[in-house]
């Protein structure tokens, strides 16, 4: 016990000592969190809910540790939902945007627009494997996009 105390408060005084002597500017030099920086970023684009319309232009392919952004979009001509819970099992949702209102959750099913309006959601890809977001109880795969984490 008398060993990790003192390894503790060894850890704690170099936690208050300047990382770099010759730093200046007071910066560790460390950047942004690598899952969520810049470099690791890219935007998607939308999902458009449309009765009787396809969901998206093409298939998309993600990879595993991005972080990505996407709007999906209703535009009210019917009541739609969009149900993957398998594709929202492999990501970890950072946030969903509604009419400004952050919401960050710990599991989502589906989403149901039950008049036009926009979500955009932030998350980062996770388990590699393939997926599909649908449109529930819509005929054939007009309303289906297919997603590949690899």
Avoid: C
């Amino acid at each position: 016990m008398r060993n990790f105390l003192i390894l503790a408060s060894a850890a704690f005084a170099l936690t208050l000592s300047p990382v770099y002597a010759d730093d200046d500017d007071g910066d560790a030099g460390f950047g942004l969190a690598g899952l969520l920086s810049a470099d690791n970023s890219e935007d998607l684009p939308p999902i458009l809910l449309s009765a009787g319309q396809p969901l998206a232009e093409a298939p998309l392919t993600l990879k595993s540790g991005t972080h990505y952004e996407i709007e999906i979009e209703a535009d009210g001509s019917q009541e739609l939902a969009l149900a993957g819970a398998a594709f929202f099992r492999a990501i970890w949702i950072n946030e969903l945007v509604i009419e400004g209102i952050e919401i960050r959750p710990l599991g989502v099913d589906s989403f149901e627009f039950d008049e036009a309006g926009t979500l955009e959601m932030s998350f980062i890809a996770i388990k590699p494997g393939s997926y599909t977001l649908h449109v529930p109880q819509a005929r054939g795969d007009l309303q289906t996009l297919e997603i590949t984490i690899e």
